[in-house]
């Protein structure tokens, strides 16, 4: 899911209004209306204002699939009456080192469409062949 659409779930499920947003945001709701519908590329302070704003954690952002560990907590629940805690503590762990992997990656290709950008905007990428 592209980060547009998770910052828009997490609006509707907050039953927040784009007003609300983006007033919280200081832009006008115009300007936040064309994040949430794609329109605006957001840069890493933007998304570290939105997961502020919604209570969650950069990577809910930047995730195809939205971190749930209400979810995880229940399958441990339910994994906990076949293993051991140590086993689903192991579990935990390595599907939050996946996740941690993810967000590394989708940092840095944040950063170097950034930096690529600054590039271009300073003449220093010639687009003409």
Same mark, same amino acid.
């Given at each position: 899911?592209?980060?547009?659409?998770?910052? =828009? $779930?997490?609006?509707?499920?907050?039953? &927040?209004?784009?007003? *609300? %947003?983006?007033? !919280?945001?200081? *832009?006008?709701?115009?300007? +936040?209306?064309? @994040?949430?519908?794609?329109?605006? #590329? @957001?840069?890493?302070? $933007?998304? $570290?204002? /939105?997961?502020? @704003?919604?209570?969650?954690?950069?990577?809910? &952002?930047?995730?195809?699939?939205?971190?749930? /560990?209400?979810?995880?907590?229940?399958?441990?629940?339910?994994?906990? !009456?076949?293993?051991?805690?140590?086993? %689903?503590?192991?579990?935990? #762990?390595?599907?939050?080192?996946?996740?941690? =992997?993810?967000?590394?990656?989708? %940092?840095?290709?944040?950063?170097?469409? $950034? +930096?690529?950008?600054?590039? /271009?905007?300073?003449? =220093? %990428?010639?687009? =003409?062949?």
């Amino acid at each position: 899911m592209a980060v547009n659409k998770n910052i =828009k $779930r997490l609006r509707l499920a907050n039953n &927040l209004t784009q007003q *609300i %947003i983006a007033e !919280k945001l200081n *832009i006008s709701q115009n300007a +936040y209306s064309l @994040i949430e519908n794609g329109k605006t #590329k @957001i840069d890493v302070q $933007r998304i $570290r204002q /939105f997961a502020s @704003i919604f209570n969650v954690d950069s990577a809910e &952002l930047l995730n195809d699939v939205p971190l749930n /560990f209400q979810n995880i907590n229940q399958q441990a629940q339910v994994t906990s !009456k076949h293993e051991s805690s140590e086993d %689903i503590l192991h579990l935990l #762990k390595e599907q939050l080192k996946v996740k941690d =992997k993810q967000i590394e990656q989708l %940092i840095l290709q944040l950063e170097q469409v $950034r +930096y690529t950008g600054n590039l /271009f905007q300073h003449g =220093k %990428i010639n687009t =003409k062949s």
